[in-house]
């Protein structure tokens, strides 16, 4: 559980303002995901990655970019053009090769613009 | 496409009752399916997966290709079983995972 790393845990934004979040992990995984928790939503996919230096949009990227310059980092911006970006983001990462298809959770960064 | 439904958004039951928490998927494949819990202040785990046709904590799913369903079931509640619940579900061929809106249980004493 340990093995991956948000931060920080809360954010506070100004409407205009471009943040970043932080990801990284320590576990040599070679996906890492980004989601958007909202109550009564679930679990919205932003962006992946599969391997460094490539990544790919989810569902609601919109709004939002990405980098994977690194293995073990895989920061997501939230920039201005970002509708509604308050919510509870979580990282995430996953090791196909000895435990298929199961994602593991970072503790998540709340974040609201004010 | 693939599509989880988590039907109910609260489940309330006393403790020792059964608990089933309903989950009902779209796919034309073969999916692997998963049961996700997050405790109160903490993250997001894995609880278990159908491949593996285990009990974990005394919850089981056993997967209904007929029916497209994955409940979760666990004959006796506990109070520590208060939680939310998200299934989820992987395509052939995909890593990504696609989770339904969950489920709060809530085990009252």
């Known amino acids: 559980d340990g093995g991956i790393t948000q931060s920080p845990k809360y954010l506070f934004r100004k409407e205009g303002q471009n943040v970043t979040l932080s990801c990284e992990q320590n576990l040599n995984h070679d996906a890492m995901y980004w989601y958007r928790q909202d109550p009564g939503q679930g679990l919205r996919l932003i962006y992946y990655?599969?391997?460094?230096?490539?990544?790919q949009k989810g569902d609601i990227a919109e709004g939002y970019s990405v980098s994977r310059e690194k293995k073990e980092s895989f920061p997501l911006t939230v920039t201005s053009a970002q509708k509604n970006p308050t919510a509870f983001y979580l990282c995430?990462?996953?090791?196909?090769?000895?435990?298929?298809?199961?994602?593991?959770f970072g503790e998540g960064s709340w974040l609201t613009v004010v | 496409a693939q599509r989880v439904t988590q039907p109910e958004k609260l489940l309330s039951v006393f403790k020792g009752a059964p608990v089933e928490l309903k989950c009902n998927y779209s796919y034309s494949g073969s999916p692997e399916l998963f049961w996700y819990v997050q405790y109160s202040r903490q993250r997001l785990q894995l609880l278990l997966r159908h491949i593996s046709r285990e009990s974990i904590k005394g919850f089981t799913a056993d997967l209904n290709k007929g029916e497209t369903s994955f409940h979760l079931k666990k004959p006796f509640a506990q109070e520590e079983d208060s939680a939310m619940y998200y299934c989820?579900?992987?395509?052939?061929?995909?890593?990504?995972?696609?989770f339904g809106k969950g489920t709060k249980l809530s085990v009252i004493p």
């Open positions: 995430a990462t996953q090791d196909r090769y000895y435990s298929g298809n199961t994602i593991y």
């Open positions: 990655s599969q391997i460094v230096n490539d990544f």
């Open positions: 989820a579900l992987s395509g052939a061929g995909s890593y990504q995972l696609t």
